[in-house]
Every structure is written in C-alpha cells, then in structure tokens.
C-alpha cells in the first residue's frame, strides 16, 4: 500500500516535495537508527554466537554462548534468584506503598503541594548521592536507623552488609524513592469519577469497599502500566545495588557473598570487567526474551484481572 | 477517600478524629521521606568524633562547615561539575533539536512512510539498552570514542524514540489550520516548524529539557563505561570515587555527606524552580 502511495506520489510534484522534506526532517532519527539502533541489535545478536575477547575478532561459536549460559554458569540461578526478587517482591512493594502515598495525597487536607513536594523529591534526586546517603543511614554500627534500634533494645540487622538483609534494604530505599510511581497513581485517583463514589455510597459502601469495588478497578490501568515499567525497570537494575556492594570491602561482583549480583550487574562484569563481549551479548538477547516473556504474561493476566472486576460490578 | 462520609451525618466529633488520624499517618509517611535529607545535613557538618558517637548526637556542634571544603579539595568537585553541566547541556541541545524535527515530520508533513515509520519509532523502545550496548561500545572504540564525552553527547543528535513520541503526540494537538494557513502564506515547512510549531509546543519542550537533564545529569551506568580518566569523569563518578576510596573510613563521612549535598543541590532547586513541569511530566511520560 505504501509503494503504491509512493508511485502516485512520484507524478505530483508537491508530493514528491513533502517526501523529500520528511525524510529530512526524519532523517537524525533515520541515521540515529541505523547507527545506534539497528546495526547494534543485529550485530549484538551475530556477537552472542562468538567468543569475542574485546581486542580480537570475533571467532564463532555457534551456541556455545547460549548453552554455557543455561547449562554450566553457576552464577545464572544466583542471578535469576536476585533479579526475580526485585521484580516480584521489590516492585509489587513498591506499587502499594506508592499507591497508599497517592491516597495520602488525594485526601481532603491541607498542604496538600507541601506534602506532595515531599513526598516526589527523593525520586528525582541523583541516585549515587541517595544511595551513598541510604548506605550511611543504615550503617551497622554507626547507622541511625540501628542506633534508634538500639534505644529500643533491638539488635539492629547488618543491612547492606548482609546476604540476607541487603536486598530488603534495596527494597526500602526503592520506597523512599517510589514518588513519581505516586504522583502517577495520584493522576488516575484524581480521574475516578466522584459519582461512582457518590452511588457506592448510597448502596451503603464503606471506606474499604469502595476502595476495592471502585477505586482499584478504577485505576487497575494505571496499575498495569506502573508494573510493566517497575518489572521491566527492575530487570534491567544495575546503579543502585552496584554502588552498594562495591561500598563493601570485598571487590567481589555482588557482594556479599553475590546478594546483590543482578542480571544488569552481572552482564556489565561480564561485558567490562571481563571483556566477555560475546556472552555479555547472549546475556543481554536472553534479558530482552525475559523482558518480553514477562511483559506478555503481565499484559496477559491483567487485562483478565480487569475485565472481570468490570464485568462482575455491572 | 474523602470526607463525603459526611453525607451521612456523622457527629461532628468523629469527623475530627478521623481527620486528626489522616494528619498523623501523612505526618509519618513525611517524615520518614524528610528524614534523610536531615540525616544528610546534620552529617555534613558533624566532626569526625561525632560521626561514630553512640547514641550518635543529633546536634552538630561545632557546626563543621570545613566539610564542604574537604568535599571539594578531596575529589576535584568543580572539575566533575563542569563535566556533568556540558554533557547534560550538549544533551539537552541534542535532544531538543533531533526530536523536535522528526516529530514535526511525523505529524505535521504528509508523507507515505511517515506511519511505518512511527511504528518502528515505538517498536525500538522495547529493545533493552542492554543489547546495544555492547555493539555500541565496540563502535566507539574502533572510533576512538571511549574515554571522551562523545559516545555520551553524539547520540543525543540522532533523537530518542520516547521524546520523539512525546512531541509528536503534543504537535498533533496544534491545528492543522493554523500550519495550512501558514503554508499558503507561502510559509515553508522549516518556517513553520520554527515560528509555529515550536513556540505552540513550549510545555512539551520544556518537558523534554527538564527530564533529560535530570537523566543525563544522575546517569552513572553511561559515564561508568565510558570516562576512564578522572579527568573526564562526571559527578556521579567523582562521588562514587570519593566513596571507593575513603569510603570505609567513618571520619570521612562528613565530607562524603558534603559532597553528597552538592552533588544533589542544583537538582532540588531544579526541582523546585520547574515543579509544575517536572509532575505534569511525569504524569504524561510515566518516568520513573
């Protein structure tokens, strides 16, 4: 259809005119896409069946890459085990704090720009300052959050110090940093009709039921998104949990003891660190299959999720 | 959700307590997002003893304004500064002038490809940057690009597909009347994508200017892998250098502190002079 267009186009001239000048004013992003987009993505994939030690040629290997990776890379269970935490604890953690925010914010008080402000600031903030600040506050032992502890009589945990505690304490930093998945929340409240409110009450709805059987399904859009854009993002983590396990005295990646190895962590030591340019590429082609694999599932069950509270109200 | 619980005529002491309830549960969620901005402070002006004082004192005293000082002599602070500042600047240039263009292209020219063409602009943002990234590494070195601010500013020239679609969904809302007139004026279409379009799309702009330079000026994966000497390297890498290298040692942390502040400064006052865009934006972007 479009070559047709394109020969009709050719006997006008004007036509021909507006062609060329929308290639032209395309054409950054037309050039941008060839160099930065599609030859990396075609070559990243050729790279993924190579053994490419950074200063030699790529020498093919076929799937050796591929089947290393699923078969004899002892690190992969760790790293799925680590990456999948975030995604399935960390962000839905993060979505109903950020969700509680957003109706601490859509409540009829005062200040309500005053708290606002307070509550997006954090995330917009440089995230090597916050983390550097995050890692001081929890501190095992000069820390403040372990010396109120201590006032209290609780041992405080080792935080970032710990296998077990140091992805919790991502996971809390992550709420501190959760405003603008709030301030979006806040925009689908605001856009919940009041009606809906009105009538549920008069069918005698608390507080709590019309929360359940208005807002939520109400905003479940904005849910959908907020958890597509928190699961891809927690995938792909890398800056937060770098800084903090090299904030460690151990130089080992993911330290401690590879509790803070993620995916994005592991591909960069990979790609970087051990100039392992081939299996950094088969690394990254598996992060986008996983990337794609978990958006559909999401997509999938939610949209179900949705229908059904619709459905099940009328 | 809102107070309209008083339809049923509830007392009117109970109106007040629930309301005093709300004030405390927001008075808590503040404070527990407040309280590490106070933390930082109070830790950048404390002395090294008070620093591993336990209990720890809250009241810095004397007030040890010196640590700013350390900030800025133990890395080269102002050296890191001007580095951010021209590649979030050259980016923000970049950016604006690419993405502005194609999205006029993509809305306001009648052209065949202009539909697939937006499609596959869509279509990219699915790629991680995680699959470029090696590929574009190993471009930029044959270039002779790593270890110099290019790979971080050329791109920036060539557009991204977010702000690209961005614009294009803004410059859809500006009349196709107005542009036509315009045009039979005997206007051409650089015309009126600079004395039309762009001052009718200054909320989208400005979005667009605020977030990438929130983007470019907290990135740390980006310079991380391609500012090797310190001379080049970025606040982000300066701060983390700082941290790798006193990092352990308690007495430093003052300094640490300091530095943190100022590296985070001129993004508060950036968020306060640009709020209303900056929440708007991200409400229309979803930017996390």
């Known amino acids: 259809m479009a070559l047709n267009r394109i020969k009709q186009g ?3 001239r004007r036509a021909r005119r507006r062609f060329v000048e929308g290639v032209l004013f395309a054409s950054p992003w037309l050039i941008g896409f ?14 993924s069946f190579t053994k490419y030690s950074m200063p030699l040629p790529p020498v093919w290997r076929g799937l050796e890459n591929y089947i290393r990776l699923f078969t004899q890379d002892r690190y992969i ?15 839905p953690v993060q979505l109903v704090f950020a969700l509680f925010c957003a109706i601490l914010l859509n409540l009829n008080i005062r200040g309500q720009a005053i708290w606002r402000t307070i509550f997006v600031l954090p995330s917009l903030m440089p995230v090597v300052a916050t983390t550097l600040l995050w890692i001081w506050i929890l501190n095992p032992q000069f820390g403040i959050v372990n010396n109120i502890l201590q006032s209290f009589g609780i041992r405080g945990p080792l935080w970032f110090a710990s296998p077990q505690w140091s992805k919790p304490s991502i996971i809390l930093m992550q709420m501190w940093g959760v405003g603008s998945t709030t301030i979006i929340y806040l925009a689908g409240l605001q856009g919940v009709p009041q009606e809906l409110y009105e009538s549920a009450e008069l069918d005698g709805a608390g507080l709590w039921q019309k929360f359940l059987h208005v807002t939520l399904p109400m905003i479940s859009p904005v849910t959908l998104f907020n958890l597509v854009t928190g699961v891809i993002w927690s995938l792909q983590y890398f800056t937060q949990a770098f800084i903090a396990s090299e904030g460690l005295t151990s130089t080992a990646p993911g330290a401690p003891q590879g509790s803070l190895l993620f995916y994005g962590i592991y591909l960069y030591y990979q790609a970087f660190v051990y100039l392992r340019m081939g299996y950094a590429a088969a690394l990254a082609w598996i992060l986008f299959i996983i990337t794609m694999i978990v958006t559909v599932i999401i997509m999938r069950g939610l949209r179900r999720w949705t229908y059904y509270e619709i459905s099940g109200r009328g | 959700m809102t107070d309209k619980t008083n339809v049923r005529k509830r007392p009117r002491i109970r109106k007040k307590v629930v309301k005093a309830f709300y004030y405390t549960i927001v008075l808590l969620v503040s404070a527990f997002y407040l309280f590490p901005w106070v933390w930082l402070l109070l830790t950048s002006v404390k002395t090294p003893q008070q620093i591993v004082e336990v209990p720890p004192t809250w009241i810095p005293k004397p007030v040890m304004w010196s640590n700013y000082v350390s900030a800025v002599t133990a890395i080269r602070f102002f050296l890191y500064l001007r580095n951010t500042m021209i590649i979030s600047v050259v980016n923000v240039i970049g950016t604006l002038i690419s993405c502005s263009l194609v999205a006029y292209s993509l809305s306001h020219i009648d052209w065949p490809l202009r539909e697939p063409l937006f499609a596959v602009i869509l279509s990219t943002m699915m790629v991680p940057f995680q699959v470029t990234m090696i590929p574009l590494y190993i471009i930029f070195t044959k270039l002779g690009w790593v270890n110099t601010m290019y790979p971080l500013t050329v791109p920036a020239f060539f557009g991204s597909a977010f702000f690209i679609f ?3 969904q803004f410059f859809l809302t500006i009349p196709r009347e107005l ?29 667009l200017i605020a977030f990438t330079f929130i983007w470019t000026y907290n990135d740390f994966q980006g310079p991380l892998i391609y500012l090797i000497d310190s001379k080049l390297w970025t606040l982000a890498l300066g701060l983390r250098g700082f941290a790798n290298q006193y990092g352990d040692v308690t007495t430093f942390m003052g300094a640490m502190m300091a530095a943190a ?11 306060f002079v640009a709020q209303r865009t900056l929440i708007q934006g991200i409400v229309t972007t979803g930017f996390r």
């Open chain 1, 10 to 12: 050719w006997s006008n």
């Open chain 1, 34 to 47: 060839l160099a930065f987009t599609l030859y990396p993505t075609a070559a990243s994939f050729y790279y």
């Open chain 1, 77 to 91: 269970p760790q790293i799925l085990g680590n990456t999948f935490y975030l995604t399935l604890l960390g962000i």
């Open chain 2, 166 to 168: 961005l614009l294009r």
């Open chain 2, 179 to 207: 542009t036509d007139a315009a045009r039979l004026d005997g206007c051409s279409s650089f015309g009126i994508y600079w004395r039309i379009v762009m001052p009718l799309a200054k909320p989208a702009l400005a979005t």
């Open chain 2, 261 to 271: 502040t100022l590296y985070t400064l001129p993004m508060i006052i950036l968020f």
